[in-house]
């Protein structure tokens, strides 16, 4: 007889009311995207100051697909299985989150920490590039630790309001690190956190990420595992890892065609997402800014600060078109669910002739998406063209282009997982193909970026238990690995095409932000070669197209693979 999985104590979540509740299980999400803004926005333009050239920073960022590949099935197998007296998933969170904090502190003083143990300039330059390098790396890969713990079947983490409100928290994340990376921290701060906006940035991201975790942590009560059923005792990270790559061969029809849309459609996000921000710092200083970067006393702080403020409309946008979209656009299911199955809500006696009028003209959501793409292709388009931060349509729009993108961005962040639910439900619910999204993992995720599985168990006492287990929770698990790999997979394909476009277009060193210049001072003369040096490659590059606004256009180019695949899929039914 199969040796069932034992428990002690139960599962609870602090608080008095259910949003109290449900605030407290999520909080942790708003130091993790807090932390993910700030590394978003400041990383590339960092990297390009230490004197990395672009194409190698672009290798950099292939950290972030290669840690959520490798790390996410590891440490959820690990804490499946951890009978630790803290909890499952206390300790990696909280572990992951004082690794991160650590490195994130490294990573603002590396030049300090370098000169530390190394005088010689060319030599502490390039240890300096190193370590801030590796501080990446550990970041992206311990923070896949920092996952919420486990839930009380009260809170499944597939629930609409779990998922509405793990938004929520990630907009919050994201508008607060976009925020302050707009603001002059020292003219708040003064010295103490840092003598630089960088400095300042990556000691609040390790503070917030750290009090983050530290309040779900001690809000949420798990459950210990005293003993691991028989089935978990056999599986392990890379057998869960071959089965996704079977399984992938052997997809379903829909399914297949929901992770080629997805694969095409990131292909054209990942160099929106890595080095937009960067962009608008550079079409800053090369089109609108009236001091030079020679002359510039921080032009990392500069650049940055530029590319926050477009990213703080962006994260408004994007969350107001989450909260909207579900309600002006068709939800998949009630083009499936037969009229006995279909439910409508009722609006309020005086809103109900205009929630009708509007009903008949909801587009339906994979037409949506279908748009989407083709509004993310047609701006990205154009991004070659860019001469000002804000200008007329079509010829100069840098600022003014990102409300057409948050659009898209929202639908990117919704409508794969939301079809992806529906067809798991109807392969392991044959009898009631389709639920609504409300009932089902189609909600919005909580992490747009990478998608973040959530290992559960059940407890065996029931017989009934395995059935569920094996014909919903792992198939789900299965069919959602797979999805995250074909989120995973394009990164890598990104990062190839931009180290390939940087190559050719802007081999050197940042006109922009990499100084060279040595610590300890230069004399007049040098500056004024140096800054003679720096202008004339501006001045050389005037009417050349920027390397990144190159990489933006042929994810215009993905994008529109992306809407052809959507396209395709209406016809798979």
Not at 143 to 152: F, G, R
Not at 468 to 497: H, K, R
Not at 521 to 529: K, L, Q, W
Request: net charge positive; hydrophobic share 45%; with cysteine.
């Amino acid at each position: 007889m199969p040796h069932a999985a034992s428990w002690v104590g139960t599962s609870s979540i602090k608080g008095s009311t259910e949003s109290i509740r449900m605030a407290l299980l999520t909080f942790s999400l708003v130091g993790l995207q807090f932390t993910w803004g700030i590394e978003m926005t400041y990383g590339t333009p960092y990297l390009l100051q230490l004197g990395l050239t672009k194409s190698r920073t672009s290798l950099v960022w292939i950290a972030g697909p290669l840690s959520g590949l490798i790390m996410q099935p590891v440490v959820g197998v690990l804490a499946d299985r951890s009978r630790s007296k803290w909890g499952r998933r206390r300790p990696f969170m909280i572990g992951g989150a004082l690794i991160v904090g650590f490195c994130l502190v490294v990573l603002g003083w590396t030049a300090e920490i370098v000169g530390c143990f190394v005088t010689e300039p060319k030599r502490k330059r390039s240890c300096t590039i190193v370590l801030a390098v590796l501080s990446i790396y550990a970041v992206d890969f311990a923070i896949n630790a920092v996952v919420m713990p486990e839930l009380d079947s009260r809170y499944p983490p597939d629930s609409k309001a779990t998922a509405w409100l793990s938004l929520g928290m990630t907009a919050v994340g994201h508008l607060l690190a976009y925020g302050a990376g707009t603001i002059d921290l020292l003219k708040i701060f003064g010295t103490s956190l840092g003598d630089s906006q960088f400095k300042q940035l990556t000691s609040i991201a390790a503070m917030a990420l750290i009090f983050a975790v530290c309040v779900t942590s001690y809000a949420v009560e798990e459950r210990i595992l005293i003993s691991s059923k028989d089935a978990d005792v056999k599986t392990g990270a890379f057998k869960m890892i071959s089965k996704i790559l079977r399984t992938t061969t052997h997809l379903p029809d829909r399914i297949q065609a929901i992770c080629w849309v997805q694969f095409w459609a990131w292909i054209g996000w990942f160099p929106f997402l890595f080095y937009s921000s960067t962009w608008v710092g550079e079409t800053y200083f090369r089109y609108s800014a009236a001091t030079l970067p020679s002359k510039s006393s921080d032009t990392l702080s500069d650049v940055g600060r530029i590319g926050s403020l477009s990213l703080v409309v962006f994260s408004i946008i994007t969350f107001i078109g989450s909260v909207l979209f579900p309600w002006i656009v068709q939800s998949p299911e009630r083009e499936k669910q037969s009229s006995a199955r279909s439910f409508t809500p009722r609006p309020p006696p005086g809103l109900a002739p205009l929630a009708t009028a509007i009903d008949k003209y909801k587009p339906d959501l994979l037409t949506a998406w279908m748009f989407s793409h083709l509004i993310f292709a047609a701006a990205m388009s154009l991004t070659p063209f860019v001469r000002s931060l804000v200008s007329s349509f079509p010829n100069q729009y840098a600022l003014s282009s990102r409300p057409n993108i948050q659009r898209p961005w929202t639908l990117a962040c919704w409508a794969p997982f939301a079809f992806m639910g529906i067809e798991i439900n109807r392969l392991t619910s044959p009898s009631h193909p389709y639920r609504p999204l409300s009932e089902d993992i189609s909600s919005p995720v909580t992490s747009p970026t990478f998608l973040r599985l959530h290992h559960r168990d059940f407890d065996r006492n029931d017989p009934d238990d395995s059935i569920t287990d094996s014909s919903t929770g792992e198939t789900a698990g299965t069919y959602l690995g797979i999805l995250n790999l074909f989120t995973t997979l394009p990164q890598f394909v990104g990062t190839f095409i931009s180290m390939a476009v940087f190559s050719i277009l802007e081999p050197g060193k940042s006109e922009f932000l990499h100084k060279d210049i040595e610590e300890g001072g230069i004399d007049g003369e040098a500056a004024a070669v140096a800054a003679a040096e720096r202008l004339a490659k501006v001045a050389g590059r005037e009417g050349k197209p920027n390397a990144i606004a190159v990489c933006l256009f042929i994810g215009s180019l993905s994008a529109l693979g992306a809407a052809y695949a959507t396209r395709r899929m209406k016809m798979k039914r």
